[in-house]
């Protein structure tokens, strides 16, 4: 049965920075995309980035430059360091796994939170003075 989970939330000044881990397992780490999305309160659920096993990368336009993910294959993990955070990132962020497809139908399809089958709990993050 897969499993999903995230770790490494928690509260952070502005400018500060956090790690999340996602521990996979379950499933063929090798054959699976994660992305990591994040939900505020009374927001949509919104794509941060994702990570297919091609190592290709895709991060959405404001967290460029500021978050990084990648991707252990020997232990099942992916990462997402985030940096510069501002009061505007706090919410609750996911990481979640969907078969890779990408070498047939691109990456579009990997934006969209109904597209993956495997969620986490999610974790918490919060930014505030």
């Known amino acids: 049965q897969a499993h999903l989970m995230e770790s490494g939330g928690g509260s952070v000044q502005p400018g500060g920075s956090l790690r999340l881990s996602c521990a996979v397992s379950g499933l063929t780490f090798d054959a699976h995309a994660v992305g990591w999305f994040r939900q505020a309160p009374g927001k949509e659920r919104e794509v941060i980035s994702y990570i297919t096993t091609a190592d290709s990368i895709y991060y959405a336009n404001s967290m460029k430059g500021r978050f990084t993910v990648s991707r252990d294959k020997t232990n099942n993990m992916v990462y997402l360091q985030m940096k510069a955070l501002e009061p505007e990132d706090a919410a609750i962020y996911y990481c979640?796994?969907?078969?890779?497809?990408?070498?047939?139908?691109?990456?579009?399809?990997?934006?969209?939170?109904?597209?993956?089958?495997?969620w986490g709990q999610g974790t918490q993050v919060t930014v505030s003075s």
């Open positions: 979640a796994a969907t078969r890779d497809l990408t070498g047939v139908a691109g990456g579009s399809y990997l934006l969209r939170p109904t597209s993956y089958r495997y």
